[in-house]
């Protein structure tokens, strides 16, 4: 994309600092396909595993803060370098979230497996957790290549989680009102529902980002938003 | 080699909400030593009430331009300029032109703090009295407090206003240069790399003086930290190769260059 730096090593800081994001990115991704697993087959000692992943998730954020903490005193960088190591730190943030709505997930999941849940509720989720699966697999993609266009392509497919999520959303309200005893797994199914539809906005996040740090600006426009927006709390 | 400039402001540049009107205005501005051309037509527009800062590689003709702008190349030998620069929408190498008047307008600050071999008052006293702004004592003497005032410098010297101004610290004697050129009520400040010989607090001092300059002076600085430029001005002009390669809002050159040879400056990269 660009020259090298003269300080050779300041290149090497740059380049370290992308492994530990795609770093984090993987176990962000591998965390949330974890949870919608152990979700799917019911798996507790699954859910287990993936809570008590978390603390390596936040381990890293930890190093990247510390590395750009240094990278900003040292370098003082400037244009294409500052915006790289500006978004790497938020990406840090932004990973650490999703990896902790997997981690809630995996939690809720627990509590889920110990009553009686609508099989078509469970589908549900599945569905829009595969979706946003893709879309967090798409834009780390897109993080290693450097690649604006295919970050703007994920971008613009938040709108399909939206509406998914919606539609999961009446689906869930429409059970819970059919047999009142499937409003304690509703309701929780409603929280990992919208766990995942916030795992997609900060996806979408990471996307700006990667423009952001490529191009220097942001998006010039807002993001299309889904239909059905009388079930979404403001 | 491109010769266009990338301005990425495409009204007239305008900071802190002011617009300021031009100040200095270049037109195809080249500079020959003998046969060679040092500078390959600059167009730029300084306002005032602004700081400038003149960024860009040894040898790119930074110190060419600026001493264009108060005619010091008319004392190098073998030196020519073409083109126009107007200062106040007047061309300042017109026939009619005065240059003792117009390098009163446009003081200059050095690299080296250079006082004179003469007592601290005498220093800022000089300027007035070549260009009879003042006559009786009292006039100097409330021009010499001032302009050590405005420079930052009165506390520490108000006591041995007679020793030489030799005799300060190499910070104090960038500061006297500096009450030096603002004695004579200049309209702007040139600068040439006035922070290179100074420690980083003597530095933030003269910076901060820059700051509070730029309320009363159009201000043109070259400097070699990027981290300078991006502290003290409002606009950034880039030089490369004796071309002005960018020109815009000092905040977007160091966030977003638009020229790739900018770019690799500014980051330390092999251009
Ligand atoms: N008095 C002179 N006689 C001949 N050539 C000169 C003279 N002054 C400058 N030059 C040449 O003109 C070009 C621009 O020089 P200038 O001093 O303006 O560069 P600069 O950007 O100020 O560099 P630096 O950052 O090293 O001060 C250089 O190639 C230089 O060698
Ligand atoms: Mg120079």
């Known amino acids: 994309m660009v020259n090298e730096h003269l300080f050779k090593r300041f290149d090497d800081e740059l380049a370290r600092l992308d492994a530990k994001i795609s770093e984090m990115g993987g176990l962000a991704e591998a965390q949330l396909a974890r949870s919608l697993q152990a979700i799917r087959e019911r798996d507790t000692s699954l859910s287990e595993s993936v809570i008590a992943s978390d603390a390596r998730v936040d381990a890293i954020e930890t190093e990247i803060q510390d590395h750009v903490l240094q990278m900003l005193a040292l370098r003082q960088p400037m244009a294409v370098d500052l915006r790289h190591i500006l978004s790497s730190v938020k990406m840090a943030t932004t990973l650490e979230r999703i990896a902790d709505y997997a981690k809630n997930n995996a939690k809720r999941s627990i509590v889920l497996m110990q009553g009686s849940v609508p099989p078509r509720a469970m589908t549900g989720i599945d569905r829009i957790g595969r979706l946003v699966q893709g879309l967090l697999t798409d834009v780390l993609d897109a993080f290693s290549k450097n690649d604006v266009p295919a970050a703007e392509l994920v971008w613009k497919r938040d709108e399909e989680i939206d509406d998914a999520y919606n539609g999961l959303f009446r689906e869930l309200l429409t059970y819970m009102m059919e047999d009142p005893r499937t409003i304690t797994a509703g309701t929780h199914l409603m929280f990992m529902a919208k766990n995942i539809e916030r795992i997609g906005d900060h996806v979408t996040n990471i996307a700006e980002l990667i423009v952001f740090r490529v191009t220097g600006s942001p998006f010039a426009t807002d993001r299309p938003k889904g239909g059905g927006e009388i079930y979404r709390p403001a | ?271």
């Open chain 2, 1 to 271: 080699m491109d010769t266009t400039v990338t301005t990425a402001v495409k009204e007239q540049p305008r900071t802190n909400g002011v617009g300021h009107d031009v100040k200095f205005s270049s037109k195809q501005v080249k500079v020959f030593y003998g046969e060679k051309e040092a500078l390959h037509g600059v167009d730029i527009d300084l306002r005032d009430r602004e700081v400038t800062a003149l960024i860009g590689p040894s040898g790119c003709g930074k110190s060419t331009y600026l001493r264009c702008l108060n005619r010091m190349n008319d004392t190098i030998a073998g030196c020519r300029v073409t083109g126009t620069t107007t200062l106040d929408g007047k061309d300042i190498y017109d026939r009619s032109i005065d240059v003792v008047q117009l390098r009163a307008k446009v003081g200059m600050v050095f690299q080296k703090p250079n006082p004179f071999p003469k007592s601290i008052y005498e220093n800022v006293a000089y300027g007035p009295r070549i260009h009879g702004i003042a006559s009786s004592k009292q006039d100097f003497d409330a021009i010499v407090e001032n302009s050590l005032v405005k420079a930052g410098l009165w506390t520490e010297v108000k006591d041995r206003l007679d020793q030489p101004g030799t005799g300060l610290s190499g910070g104090q004697q960038q500061r006297l240069c500096i009450a030096r050129a603002i004695a004579v009520s200049p309209e702007v400040i040139l600068m040439d790399e006035p922070c290179s010989a100074l420690d980083p607090i003597a530095t933030a001092k003269i910076e901060e003086l820059i700051d509070e300059l730029r309320e009363n002076f159009a201000i043109v600085i070259v400097t070699h930290s990027m981290q300078q430029a991006a502290r003290v001005s409002q606009m950034t002009a880039f030089f490369h190769l004796g071309h002005l390669v960018e020109f815009g809002q000092t905040k977007q050159i160091f966030t977003n260059p638009v020229d790739q040879r900018t770019q690799s400056y500014i980051t330390g990269r092999i251009g």
